[in-house]
C-alpha cells in the first residue's frame, strides 16, 4: 500500500500542530471565538448601556454580539493621548521575545520583520480593482452578499460601529504599526464586534476583538472578577496585534490567520492537513471548518471595502472625537458614582474611558490603579481623592 508523502508546507504544520498539542497541556488557548448570536437578538450599537445600574452582578454591562452578517447556504462545506502613544510594548510591559508566554506556542513571532511576505491566497485577477489595499480583498460573491447585508439590512448600525472605530483608529493604527500589521487589519474589529468594548457572544468571548479568557491571559492580558483587560481598547488591542502578528508568521497569510483568528489555529492547521491544501480559499470548499468561519474572510473584506469607501454606499464620513484622557492614581476601592458625585465629571464618561473595570470601580485592597479620567481632571480627582467615599 502506497502513501503520499507530506510536501515540505504541509510537514511543517503538522510538525507545528503536534508541538501546539503537547504544550496546550500548559499553555491552554481555545479558539478565539466560536459562536457569535444572530444579528436580529440585540443591536449593540451604542457603547454603552446608559440604564444599566453599577450593578453587583459585573457583566451587567454587556451586551449581546450581533456581527455575524446574512445567513448563506452551506454548500460545500478581538496621560496618554493620541499625539504620545507609547510603544506597543510598553503598554503591557511586555516581555522580550523568547519569555512571553505566547513564544511556548509561536516562536520569534514578538519581534516581527519589518516587511510582511506578499499573500499568495487571493487570484490577481480578482483584486485589480482593490490593488490600493494592503490586504488580500476578492470582490466574490460571498464579499457582495455581506456588502449588501452591511448596506442594506443593518445600515444604520454599521454606520454606528464606523463612528465608533473611528475614536479609537488613531490608537490601533500607532500599535499596529509597531507590530508591522497591514493597516486595513484594523478592519477586523468591525466583524468582530463593531469595536464595541463591551460585546460579548456566546462563546464567552468579550471585547472589541472578542478575546476567550484562555487566549487573553496567555497574551499578557488581566481577566479577574474586578478587572477584564479584553474590554480595554488599547490593551487588547495590542494583544490583538500580537496575536495576529503570531498567526501571519505561523500561517504565511492573512486569510489563513483571519481563520485561525476566528476558530483556533490547531483547527486550522488540522483542515489544511486533512485538505492536503494550503490556502484558505482551498479549505473553505470543504466541509473541515464551519461555516462561520468561512464566512469570516468575505465578511472582513465587505467591511473593509466599505469602510475604505464610505460614500460610495452611502454611509457618513463624520468622526467621533479621539479617545484621549489623563491617568489618576487610585490606591483604594472608589466608585464611579461616588468619583463622579464629588468631582463633577459624568458617571457615563468614567463608565466609557474605563470598560475594563467590571463593577464600575476600581480593584479592593491596596492595589494601585491609574483610573482614566478626562483630559485636565487628573490633579482634581487625586486632590479630592480623600473626599470620596469608598
Known sequence: MSTTP???????????????MWLSLSLPMEGHSATYLEPAIADPSTVLDENAPAADDPDDNLVPLDTAGPATEDTNSPSIRTSSVPRAEDLLQLNPAGNSPATARFSDALNPPAELAPTQDAPRSATT???????????????????????????????????RLSRYRPLVDKIFSEFHLPSDLVYLSLVESGFNPYAYSRAKATGPWQFMQGTA??????????????????????????????????????????????????????????????????ISK???????????????????????????????????APHEFDEAIITRTVHFRAIANVTGIPYEELRLLNPELRR???????????????????????????????
Open 6 to 20: 507530506l510536501r515540505p508546507r504541509h510537514a511543517t504544520l503538522l510538525i507545528a500542530l503536534l508541538l501546539g
Open 129 to 163: 480593482e482593490y490593488a490600493a489595499y494592503d490586504m488580500p480583498i476578492v470582490m466574490d460573491s460571498s464579499v457582495q452578499a455581506h456588502i449588501r447585508y452591511f448596506n442594506t439590512g443593518i445600515h444604520d448600525r454599521f454606520e454606528q460601529w464606523l463612528l
Open 217 to 282: 491571559k496567555a497574551y499578557g492580558l488581566r481577566v479577574d472578577n474586578y478587572v477584564d483587560e479584553r474590554r480595554d481598547p488599547i490593551k487588547s488591542t495590542v494583544a490583538a496585534a500580537r496575536y495576529l502578528r503570531d498567526l501571519y508568521d505561523l500561517f504565511g497569510a492573512w486569510p489563513l490567520a483571519m481563520a485561525a483568528y476566528n476558530a483556533g489555529e490547531g483547527k486550522v492547521m488540522r483542515a489544511l492537513h486533512k485538505a492536503q491544501v494550503e490556502s484558505f480559499s482551498e
Open 286 to 320: 470543504t466541509r473541515l471548518i464551519r461555516r462561520e468561519t468561512k464566512e469570516y474572510v468575505p465578511r472582513f473584506m465587505a467591511a473593509t471595502i466599505i469602510a475604505r469607501n464610505p460614500d460610495r454606499y452611502g454611509f457618513s464620513q463624520e468622526s467621533a
Open 360 to 390: 464600575d470601580a476600581t480593584p479592593p485592597g491596596n492595589e494601585t490603579y491609574h483610573l482614566k479620567v478626562p483630559v485636565g481632571m487628573k490633579s482634581k480627582v487625586e486632590q479630592l481623592l480623600d473626599r470620596i467615599p469608598a
